[in-house]
């Protein structure tokens, strides 16, 4: 079986101290045979703290020289200690069931049982130093330093390379070469006529010809002898290989010097793997041993053993490796061909069932938009709940099943508070948590492109039926108005929802500006592909509260805190109240004070202010939806009492437009409206605290004390109680004056 998987990435799973000297050598050697470096192999060996030696490794590395072990032993090492090998398509030789499924390998291009040799001849005008030139100007940049070897030395009668020389660059070497009169060996020195000359096809730093030396991953060697070289003629054009100098190796070999253009040594690495495997499938056997940058390939314009080395062709194929690559990849793609309605008009495919009722099936995409402090990303761990418990959204059922919650945003410790906040906030008891994974990567986000292929890998066999991405500015790669690169962006989702079968869910921003006189599906900020590609839109749009509204909220507050700390200390207290009294914090506070001792009462007057601050902070918010697989719900009206959603049940919400659709003469009246009726409240709340904090002591209240902690007068403060125009119907209504026992001016609350 043939593995693509990056060696390193295997190494993550092999604990060096489990290994042997022998055994840890041996990784050394396969790492070697495949091209990767002494560096890779001591960052390997530093997980055995006990045993590792700082530069053993480098010591080491220079005499692993022929040793045969290959990449393999790498892999069986990993087996050894648990690892399981991906899944591939390329599995071990079985014997075919009846219903097995011969496929084909989409990476073949060319049947090699037809292939057609292309014949390569010598040049019969030949003139090495000119091809030489060619070479040294198709490979590299004047300023650019070049390796090449024409010494030898003799291993069991083979002449091998010696590290020859990088002194010189290429503007340096063709300045000379060009007055050479036609001897090459007067410019690099004379080379052994039985063993040829060689040359680095990567620039180097001048410093030395080791990986490590190489300044630029230009280039990468496909060499082949196991066919003949018409063949391998034939097949290196077929495939289209962006080949910059194709050579003559005067042996059985072709030496194609193919533009591989990676950024670094790791991108360097999977390109050549890529590119080695192309070629293996589609019948050139290439040698693996030249995977390293830094590798020797043959200098055209020299002669081996009385045959040319000569330079073949240069610049064929595709102009660079990406379009070599998109290339390989459109010839084989794997889109699915057209069908006939008539063959399915019979037998339709069930549909899938929904995630949530009425707006999304499972294995589609829904996108979450609002405006910030909206909160979008509360709304999606209710989501999360809501699906993992099997309750309703927002009032929509959703299906049970588990999911995963991708945090790119919070700190782990604030995410899993979070949780674990709106879980009670909703009074929902967490039953079934192991329902709910979060990938926590604040700090670590990477485009999605790059993401999606981690996310599916590490969600492949956890059966999901849902994942949230919030929010999705951290990954986004490209443009967000530029409409084709947010259609790739969005392709990633697909990717995720074919792959794992599963719905992405995700959330993101308005645009700038109003909003109120735009339809839902233009409000997210972008092109406008955001919001047509799922196939759910929700969108949050704020609803303005005025001073009569955070009225009735502060109201509902008191009153629903009065009940829920009679329901916890006095329970049967509740059937002494109607329905009527448990909607009036009056009549509730009055009821307490009458029927709760001093201790539960001052405790109770507490909780009941701290509620009605709470609901200043309360906002409200209209929830819109385009839909494509169900018909357009009405408006959920609803209100964000952090940190959860609460859905507007008595319909206070419903006639309220949003801010940005009123006229500004009429912002600037109902602003200043709003204004008179906070400040009459603010009146009204100020007199309530500071009448319980004095009645709470059992005590009178003296008109003059109350008006004293109002800064105010008591003339001022009895007339809002009287009938004059400074009346206060709010206080009027459930406040008195009387005389006291003293004959002076208190206040009392009316009896009802």
Known sequence: MEYTTDLLEILNYIDPSFLDYQEWCCVGMALKFEGYTASDWDSWSQRDSKRYHKNECYRKWDSFTGSGVTGGTIVQYAKNQGWVPPITNQESGHELGWDDVIEKDEQIIIDKNWIEGREVREPNNWDPVNELITYLETLFDSTENVGYVTKTWLKDEKHLPTQGCWDRTAGKLIQQLNKCNGDIGAVLGDYNKEAGAWIRFNPLDGKGCKNSNVTDFKYALVESDSMPI????????????????????????????????????????????????????????????????????????????????????????????????????????????????????????????????????????????????????????????????????????????????????LDRPSCLHRFKDVYNSLGIKPNNLANIDIWNLRGKSIPMDKLAPKLIRRASKKDYIAVIIDPIYKVITGDENSADQMANFCNQFDKICNELGTSVIYCHHHSKGSQGG???????S??????????????????????????????????RCCVDYLRANRPELLNELSQDDVLSQSIMIDFCKRKLGHDYYKELDTLVNNARDKATSITAWRIEGTLREFSKFPPVNLYFEYPVHVIDQDGALQ????????????????????????????KVNQFEIEFSNIEIEGREVPAEELANKLNTTPKTLLAWLGKSKKRNEDLAENFEAYYGEDGKRCIKRKDK
């Not at 070999?253 to 040594?265: F, G, K, N, T, Y």
């Not at 735009?518 to 997210?524: E, G, L, V, W």
Request: proline content about 4%.
């Open 230 to 409: 018409a063949e391998q003629n034939a097949v290196l054009r077929e495939l289209e290989l962006p080949i910059a100098c194709l050579v003559s190796s005067g042996g059985k070999s072709l030496h194609a010097i193919v533009r591989i253009e990676a950024a670094d040594m790791r991108e360097y690495r999977k390109r050549v793997d890529y590119l080695y495997n192309i070629c293996k499938k589609n019948g050139l056997d290439v040698d693996t041993q030249n995977r390293n940058p830094s590798r020797l390939s043959r200098m055209p314009g020299v002669t081996r053993n009385g045959k040319k080395q000569f330079l073949v062709d240069t610049n064929i194929g595709k102009d660079s490796w990406d379009e070599w690559h998109e290339w390989i990849e459109s010839v084989n793609d794997d889109l699915p061909d057209p069908e006939s309605l008539d063959a399915c008009w019979d037998d339709m495919p069930q549909l899938a069932s929904p995630l949530i009722d009425g707006i999304l099936r499972q294995g589609h995409k829904m996108l979450i938009a609002g405006p910030s402090k909206a909160g979008k990303s509360f709304a999606l761990i209710e989501m999360c709940i809501a699906i993992a418990e099997g309750k309703k959204w927002l009032g929509w059922q959703c299906a049970q099943g588990r999911i995963l919650y991708v945090n790119l945003e």
């Open 518 to 524: 735009k339809r839902s599906m233009d409000r997210a």
């Open 526 to 559: 972008g092109s406008g592909v955001f919001a047509r590609d799922p196939d759910a839109l929700l969108d949050l749009i704020e609803l303005d509260l005025n001073e009569s509204h955070y009225k009735q909220l502060r109201n509902m507050s008191a009153c």
């Open 655 to 682: 006639d309220i437009d949003p801010d940005d659709v009123k006229p500004q003469w009429q912002k600037a009246k109902e602003k200043r409206q709003e204004q008179a009726e906070k400040n009459k409240n603010k």
